[in-house]
């Protein structure tokens, strides 16, 4: 039970929606006579994205659908349930708008970087979840917002906590851009050594993937058959794949021994990568299987031979950009086993592919620790959500 009064939001805020349009008031680039507005997909846990932006006729805008710094952004409709509910705070005013399926809740009777903060609590995210979980809800209604109730300390005491969970998250957006830049320094350690492996500027051989590599689709057991699942060994889907990361993250699903036993999978470090998916964006996504794991069909491996290749070579030779411009997307995003067998790359001499792996693996060790510091200060963070919000 919080010590400070708990309030109805709703009493001390407004909600504006966001802007509905046609096709014809819409440009993919900027105009003297239209205004950039910010979607659903522009709303990242980070805070908000100005990337891939759309601009609408100015004309179709009102005075209260520009940005001001303070108000919060939110998914208010979505086919996905996930992300309906998602906010994220404007840090400046801006000569921008936002679309119909967004809105924007704004206050002056509650310290904004307070407010801010109480949209990233699990509280928020949890009540949202709940409200969305019926048949076919996917829209955030008015009176959601209006009825949440919050900790409503004194103003002092708003300031004073923001100040706290602010530093706390700028600490973790410091050491999650040292992450990132650690990243960047093995993608310049590969392009330093081999070049760009699409131009192939250095002139290194090409062969065929197939020729140097095995390559295996996964399958998948009968779901009819419940003694295929249990706790035996990993099942791998495209989730795993991490586009974030250099290994595959741990499945949330097993096979029994009988589930295995009817499934393909690799016993030795391999690269998975993900061959089906209803987006192109989805398409090529990479990731190391450093243990064995069976995995589904959407999923080919690609396992080095015995004397040529390495394997933490091919998880970066195996660019994304060079792998999407082969795909059929006829139906869905589909590179079949033979397609990417067929596929050409470069493959320089084997003691630079191992020469390159250590210096990747040393980066991953600092990586390691930055990951651990993270993870420390995102619980501290979340304990101090908790303390003020739930």
Not at 81 to 90: E, F, M, P, W, Y
Not at 231 to 249: R, V
Not at 267 to 274: A, E, R
Not at 379 to 384: G, P, R, T, W
Request: glycine share 6%.
């Amino acid at each position: 039970m919080s010590k400070w009064e708990m309030v109805r939001l709703g009493d001390y805020i407004e909600q504006i929606r966001g802007i509905s349009y046609k096709p014809k008031d819409l440009s993919n680039t900027p105009l003297q006579t239209h205004i950039a507005i910010i979607r659903a997909n522009n709303i990242q846990d980070e805070g908000l994205n100005f990337n891939d932006l759309i601009y609408i006729d100015r004309k179709k805008i009102n005075n209260q659908q520009y940005l001001r710094k303070g108000d919060i952004v939110i998914c208010a409709s979505s086919g996905s349930k996930n992300l309906v509910g998602k906010a994220a705070q404007v840090q400046n005013d801006a000569n921008i708008s936002f679309g119909a399926f967004c809105k924007v809740v704004r206050t002056e009777k509650i310290y904004n970087p307070y407010l801010g903060n109480f949209f990233k609590s699990k509280y928020y995210r949890r009540t949202i979840s709940d409200l969305s979980a019926g048949i076919n809800i996917n829209n955030l209604r008015s009176e959601h917002i209006n009825d949440l109730i919050i900790p409503l300390p004194p103003l002092e005491t708003q300031e004073q906590i923001a100040k706290v969970l602010d530093t706390a998250s700028e600490l973790i957006s410091l050491q999650k851009q040292q992450l990132e830049e650690l990243d960047n320094l093995i993608k310049s350690a590969f392009y330093d050594m081999f070049g760009d492996p699409v131009t192939n500027e250095k002139g290194w051989e090409k062969r065929r993937l197939g020729d140097e590599c095995k390559i295996i689709t996964g399958n998948t057991p009968s779901r009819k058959e419940k003694e295929n699942y249990g706790s035996f060994i990993e099942w791998i889907k495209s989730d795993n794949i991490n586009i974030e990361g250099m290994y595959l993250s741990k499945a949330t699903e097993c096979l029994s021994e009988q589930g295995f036993s009817k499934c393909r999978f690799v016993d030795k470090p391999s690269v998975l990568m993900t061959c089906i998916a209803g987006s192109i964006n989805c398409i090529g996504n990479v990731g190391i299987a450093n243990r064995r794991v069976a995995f589904n069909q959407q999923i080919n491996a690609v396992v080095p031979g015995k004397n040529n290749v390495y394997y933490m070579y091919v998880m970066f030779m195996l660019t994304k950009k060079y792998i999407q411009s082969t795909i059929n997307m006829s139906l869905k995003g589909i590179l079949s086993k033979g397609k990417l067998s067929e596929l050409e790359f470069i493959f320089p001499p084997l003691p630079l592919q191992i020469k390159f792996a250590q210096i990747v693996s040393k980066i991953e060790e600092q990586k390691t620790l930055v990951q651990k510091a993270i993870d420390e200060s995102q619980y501290l963070f979340d304990s101090l959500m908790s303390k003020y919000f739930d």
